[in-house]
Protein backbone atom coordinates (compact mmCIF):
# COMPACT_ATOMS: atom_id res chain seq x y z
CA UNK A 1 0.00 0.00 0.00
CA UNK A 2 3.26 2.19 -0.59
CA UNK A 3 4.11 2.66 3.00
CA UNK A 4 7.06 1.91 4.77
CA UNK A 5 6.95 -0.86 7.45
CA UNK A 6 9.97 -0.07 8.95
CA UNK A 7 8.13 3.73 10.14
CA UNK A 8 4.80 1.37 10.94
CA UNK A 9 7.14 -0.82 12.94
CA UNK A 10 8.53 2.57 15.07
CA UNK A 11 5.09 4.55 15.30
CA UNK A 12 3.95 1.51 16.95
CA UNK A 13 6.75 1.31 19.31
CA UNK A 14 6.32 5.00 20.11
CA UNK A 15 2.96 4.43 20.82
CA UNK A 16 3.64 1.44 23.00
CA UNK A 17 5.50 3.59 25.14
CA UNK A 18 2.66 5.93 26.32
CA UNK A 19 1.14 4.62 29.31
CA UNK A 20 -1.25 1.40 29.39
CA UNK A 21 -1.82 1.67 25.71
CA UNK A 22 -3.79 -1.66 24.06
CA UNK A 23 -3.92 -1.28 20.34
CA UNK A 24 -2.75 0.24 17.64
CA UNK A 25 -4.00 0.10 13.93
CA UNK A 26 -3.16 1.32 10.53
CA UNK A 27 -6.07 1.28 7.56
CA UNK A 28 -5.11 2.37 3.98
CA UNK A 29 -7.37 2.44 1.23
CA UNK A 30 -9.64 0.89 3.17
CA UNK A 31 -7.74 -2.33 4.37
CA UNK A 32 -6.15 -3.33 7.50
CA UNK A 33 -2.05 -2.57 6.47
CA UNK A 34 -1.05 -3.03 10.06
CA UNK A 35 -2.11 -3.79 13.78
CA UNK A 36 -0.62 -4.41 16.99
CA UNK A 37 -2.49 -5.51 20.11
CA UNK A 38 -1.40 -6.07 23.99
CA UNK A 39 -4.38 -8.52 24.35
CA UNK A 40 -5.41 -9.72 20.96
CA UNK A 41 -7.85 -8.10 17.87
CA UNK A 42 -11.33 -8.82 19.20
CA UNK A 43 -10.65 -7.25 22.29
CA UNK A 44 -13.02 -4.37 23.25
CA UNK A 45 -12.46 -0.83 25.22
CA UNK A 46 -14.46 1.36 26.62
CA UNK A 47 -14.80 3.96 24.02
CA UNK A 48 -15.66 7.17 26.08
CA UNK A 49 -16.40 10.42 23.91
CA UNK A 50 -15.18 8.69 20.79
CA UNK A 51 -19.10 7.79 21.22
CA UNK A 52 -19.80 11.49 20.03
CA UNK A 53 -18.64 9.98 16.25
CA UNK A 54 -21.20 8.30 16.04
CA UNK A 55 -24.04 10.49 17.50
CA UNK A 56 -23.33 12.64 14.51
CA UNK A 57 -23.18 9.78 12.23
CA UNK A 58 -27.10 9.13 13.38
CA UNK A 59 -27.95 12.46 13.41
CA UNK A 60 -26.85 12.53 9.77
CA UNK A 61 -28.64 9.40 8.78
CA UNK A 62 -31.62 11.00 10.24
CA UNK A 63 -30.81 14.26 7.98
CA UNK A 64 -30.28 11.76 4.67
CA UNK A 65 -33.65 10.08 5.14
CA UNK A 66 -35.50 13.61 5.54
CA UNK A 67 -36.60 13.14 9.28
CA UNK A 68 -35.04 15.91 10.56
CA UNK A 69 -32.77 19.17 9.98
CA UNK A 70 -29.41 20.05 11.36
CA UNK A 71 -30.95 24.10 11.18
CA UNK A 72 -34.07 22.62 13.28
CA UNK A 73 -34.70 24.76 16.12
CA UNK A 74 -34.39 22.34 19.59
CA UNK A 75 -37.28 24.08 20.96
CA UNK A 76 -39.57 22.65 18.32
CA UNK A 77 -38.77 19.67 18.66
CA UNK A 78 -38.46 19.66 22.45
CA UNK A 79 -40.47 22.65 23.74
CA UNK A 80 -39.41 21.65 27.45
CA UNK A 81 -35.64 20.81 27.07
CA UNK A 82 -32.52 21.49 29.67
CA UNK A 83 -32.67 25.31 30.77
CA UNK A 84 -29.03 25.69 29.52
CA UNK A 85 -29.85 25.10 26.13
CA UNK A 86 -30.25 28.75 24.47
CA UNK A 87 -33.33 29.89 23.10
CA UNK A 88 -32.06 30.29 19.50
CA UNK A 89 -30.27 26.83 19.57
CA UNK A 90 -30.73 24.76 16.34
CA UNK A 91 -29.41 21.21 16.38
CA UNK A 92 -26.16 22.49 14.87
CA UNK A 93 -25.39 24.06 17.90
CA UNK A 94 -25.74 20.95 20.02
CA UNK A 95 -23.54 18.95 17.42
CA UNK A 96 -20.95 21.88 18.06
CA UNK A 97 -21.11 22.21 21.37
CA UNK A 98 -21.81 26.15 21.09
CA UNK A 99 -25.92 25.66 22.05
CA UNK A 100 -25.33 26.78 25.85
CA UNK A 101 -24.65 30.50 25.12
CA UNK A 102 -26.99 33.24 24.20
CA UNK A 103 -27.04 33.94 21.26
CA UNK A 104 -26.01 30.46 20.39
CA UNK A 105 -22.81 30.19 18.72
CA UNK A 106 -21.04 32.59 20.23
CA UNK A 107 -19.09 30.78 23.03
CA UNK A 108 -17.70 26.71 22.98
CA UNK A 109 -18.44 25.10 26.17
CA UNK A 110 -17.70 21.18 26.03
CA UNK A 111 -20.20 18.97 27.53
CA UNK A 112 -21.51 15.17 27.58
CA UNK A 113 -24.09 15.10 29.63
CA UNK A 114 -27.31 16.75 29.34
CA UNK A 115 -27.12 19.32 26.49
CA UNK A 116 -25.54 16.95 24.46
CA UNK A 117 -27.98 13.50 25.28
CA UNK A 118 -30.87 16.24 24.13
CA UNK A 119 -30.04 15.06 20.50
CA UNK A 120 -31.51 11.20 21.88
CA UNK A 121 -34.61 12.37 22.12
CA UNK A 122 -34.79 14.36 19.30
CA UNK A 123 -34.07 11.29 17.19
CA UNK A 124 -36.61 9.34 18.81
CA UNK A 125 -39.45 11.95 17.96
CA UNK A 126 -38.05 12.19 14.47
CA UNK A 127 -37.52 8.38 13.64
CA UNK A 128 -40.85 7.17 15.19
CA UNK A 129 -38.57 4.41 16.58
CA UNK A 130 -35.90 3.80 19.82
CA UNK A 131 -32.95 5.66 19.20
CA UNK A 132 -31.29 2.15 19.82
CA UNK A 133 -33.10 0.58 17.11
CA UNK A 134 -32.16 3.24 14.49
CA UNK A 135 -28.67 2.65 15.48
CA UNK A 136 -29.15 -0.93 15.15
CA UNK A 137 -31.07 -0.47 11.48
CA UNK A 138 -29.40 2.40 10.02
CA UNK A 139 -25.95 2.01 11.17
CA UNK A 140 -24.96 -1.29 12.76
CA UNK A 141 -26.02 -3.41 10.12
CA UNK A 142 -24.92 -1.59 7.60
CA UNK A 143 -21.41 -1.26 8.71
CA UNK A 144 -21.32 -4.98 10.32
CA UNK A 145 -20.33 -3.23 13.83
CA UNK A 146 -19.51 -5.45 16.49
CA UNK A 147 -20.97 -3.80 19.31
CA UNK A 148 -24.67 -3.08 20.59
CA UNK A 149 -25.10 1.21 22.16
CA UNK A 150 -26.33 0.15 25.51
CA UNK A 151 -29.63 1.24 26.23
CA UNK A 152 -32.62 1.47 28.90
CA UNK A 153 -35.81 -1.02 28.79
CA UNK A 154 -37.35 1.83 26.34
CA UNK A 155 -34.89 2.07 24.09
CA UNK A 156 -32.91 5.36 24.66
CA UNK A 157 -29.22 5.78 24.42
CA UNK A 158 -26.49 8.07 25.35
CA UNK A 159 -24.54 10.14 23.05
CA UNK A 160 -22.64 11.54 25.55
CA UNK A 161 -20.55 9.41 28.15
CA UNK A 162 -21.86 11.16 30.83
CA UNK A 163 -25.31 9.41 31.97
CA UNK A 164 -26.87 6.87 33.86
CA UNK A 165 -26.17 3.61 30.69
CA UNK A 166 -22.92 1.82 30.51
CA UNK A 167 -20.58 3.13 28.04
CA UNK A 168 -20.22 1.61 24.47
CA UNK A 169 -17.00 -0.54 24.25
CA UNK A 170 -15.70 -1.44 20.65
CA UNK A 171 -12.84 -2.51 18.66
CA UNK A 172 -9.91 -0.96 16.96
CA UNK A 173 -11.84 -2.37 13.81
CA UNK A 174 -14.96 -1.24 14.85
CA UNK A 175 -13.59 2.55 15.72
CA UNK A 176 -11.93 2.41 12.25
CA UNK A 177 -14.90 1.48 10.28
CA UNK A 178 -16.64 5.11 11.64
CA UNK A 179 -13.34 6.71 10.46
CA UNK A 180 -14.05 5.04 7.27
CA UNK A 181 -17.76 6.54 6.55
CA UNK A 182 -16.53 9.51 7.23
CA UNK A 183 -13.56 9.58 5.11
CA UNK A 184 -15.66 8.50 2.19
CA UNK A 185 -18.09 11.03 2.75
CA UNK A 186 -20.92 9.17 4.37
CA UNK A 187 -20.96 6.52 1.64
CA UNK A 188 -20.68 2.60 2.63
CA UNK A 189 -20.38 0.52 -0.35
CA UNK A 190 -23.39 1.04 -2.55
CA UNK A 191 -25.03 2.72 0.62
CA UNK A 192 -25.01 6.67 0.31
CA UNK A 193 -25.87 6.93 4.91
CA UNK A 194 -24.91 10.59 5.18
CA UNK A 195 -25.31 12.75 2.68
CA UNK A 196 -21.78 14.35 1.35
CA UNK A 197 -23.11 17.67 1.93
CA UNK A 198 -23.73 17.12 5.82
CA UNK A 199 -20.23 15.15 6.13
CA UNK A 200 -18.57 18.26 4.81
CA UNK A 201 -20.75 20.76 7.11
CA UNK A 202 -19.92 18.69 9.90
CA UNK A 203 -16.29 18.34 9.46
CA UNK A 204 -15.95 22.42 9.31
CA UNK A 205 -16.03 24.71 11.84
CA UNK A 206 -18.92 26.72 11.92
CA UNK A 207 -17.72 29.20 14.62
CA UNK A 208 -14.24 29.78 14.44
CA UNK A 209 -13.39 32.20 17.02
CA UNK A 210 -15.74 30.11 19.18
CA UNK A 211 -13.25 26.97 18.61
CA UNK A 212 -11.82 26.18 15.02
CA UNK A 213 -11.01 22.85 16.42
CA UNK A 214 -14.40 21.51 16.35
CA UNK A 215 -17.29 20.61 13.99
CA UNK A 216 -20.30 18.68 14.69
CA UNK A 217 -18.80 16.41 17.44
CA UNK A 218 -15.31 15.74 15.88
CA UNK A 219 -12.41 17.57 16.49
CA UNK A 220 -10.70 19.40 13.67
CA UNK A 221 -7.15 20.72 12.57
CA UNK A 222 -8.50 23.87 10.31
CA UNK A 223 -6.42 26.94 9.73
CA UNK A 224 -8.59 30.07 10.43
CA UNK A 225 -9.54 31.14 13.94
CA UNK A 226 -8.89 29.92 17.47
CA UNK A 227 -8.55 26.27 17.89
CA UNK A 228 -9.16 25.09 22.20
CA UNK A 229 -9.18 21.94 23.94
CA UNK A 230 -10.72 20.44 26.66
CA UNK A 231 -8.33 20.62 28.44
CA UNK A 232 -7.90 24.72 28.50
CA UNK A 233 -5.22 25.22 25.52
CA UNK A 234 -5.36 26.99 22.97
CA UNK A 235 -3.80 28.57 20.30
CA UNK A 236 -4.88 30.36 16.23
CA UNK A 237 -4.08 28.54 13.25
CA UNK A 238 -3.99 24.57 12.82
CA UNK A 239 -4.16 22.66 16.21
CA UNK A 240 -1.46 20.56 14.72
CA UNK A 241 0.62 22.38 11.59
CA UNK A 242 2.59 20.15 10.20
CA UNK A 243 -0.64 18.10 9.35
CA UNK A 244 -3.49 19.06 6.43
CA UNK A 245 -6.31 21.16 7.53
CA UNK A 246 -8.87 18.67 6.62
CA UNK A 247 -7.27 15.91 9.10
CA UNK A 248 -9.99 14.93 11.98
CA UNK A 249 -9.65 12.97 15.03
CA UNK A 250 -12.22 11.27 17.41
CA UNK A 251 -11.18 11.64 21.08
CA UNK A 252 -12.33 9.44 23.97
CA UNK A 253 -11.13 9.87 27.64
CA UNK A 254 -7.73 7.86 28.97
CA UNK A 255 -6.60 7.69 25.63
CA UNK A 256 -9.22 6.54 22.79
CA UNK A 257 -7.92 8.16 19.74
CA UNK A 258 -8.54 7.89 16.23
CA UNK A 259 -6.70 10.37 13.46
CA UNK A 260 -8.00 10.49 10.03
CA UNK A 261 -6.14 11.72 7.27
CA UNK A 262 -8.31 11.92 4.02
CA UNK A 263 -5.45 13.31 1.79
CA UNK A 264 -3.76 9.64 2.06
CA UNK A 265 -6.73 7.67 2.86
CA UNK A 266 -5.26 6.77 6.17
CA UNK A 267 -6.90 5.97 9.67
CA UNK A 268 -5.39 5.37 12.41
CA UNK A 269 -6.82 4.01 15.81
CA UNK A 270 -5.11 3.50 19.35
CA UNK A 271 -6.74 3.11 22.47
CA UNK A 272 -5.77 2.56 26.09
CA UNK A 273 -6.18 3.50 29.61
CA UNK A 274 -3.91 6.70 30.08
CA UNK A 275 -4.10 9.17 32.75
CA UNK A 276 -6.56 12.02 30.96
CA UNK A 277 -3.71 14.66 32.49
CA UNK A 278 -1.28 13.12 29.76
CA UNK A 279 -3.31 13.33 27.02
CA UNK A 280 -1.78 16.65 25.42
CA UNK A 281 1.25 14.69 25.24
CA UNK A 282 -0.01 11.16 24.19
CA UNK A 283 -2.19 13.23 21.25
CA UNK A 284 0.81 14.85 19.97
CA UNK A 285 2.88 11.93 19.99
CA UNK A 286 0.33 9.81 18.01
CA UNK A 287 0.11 12.56 15.35
CA UNK A 288 3.40 12.80 15.05
CA UNK A 289 3.79 9.32 14.10
CA UNK A 290 0.96 9.38 12.06
CA UNK A 291 2.46 12.77 10.11
CA UNK A 292 5.54 10.54 10.00
CA UNK A 293 4.10 7.10 8.28
CA UNK A 294 2.00 9.71 5.86
CA UNK A 295 5.53 11.87 4.68
CA UNK A 296 5.02 15.08 6.08
CA UNK A 297 7.51 14.44 8.66
CA UNK A 298 11.04 12.25 8.69
Known amino acids: MGLDNAVL ?25 FERYKRDVTATNHIFSATKGLGA ?19 DWLPVHHPDIAPDAEIRHVLNMTAGTDPS ?3 WAYNSNFILNSLTGILGL ?31 IQIGSQGPLPVIEATHRDIAR ?32 ANAAYGYLWWLNCDTGTWRSTAG ?13 NVFVALGARGKVMIVVPD ?35
Open 9 to 33: EAAADAVFEIETRYGFLVVKQGRVV
Open 126 to 156: ASGMPPVRFYEEYLKQPLQLGFDWPSNNKGW
Open 264 to 298: HELIMVSMGDTAQEKSANYLGTMMHRVARICGYET
Open 178 to 209: MGLLWMHGGRWREQQLMAQEFVEEALTSPYPK
Open 233 to 245: RSGTGRWFPFMPD
Open 105 to 107: GSR
Open 57 to 75: TLIGIAEQQGLLRTRDWIA
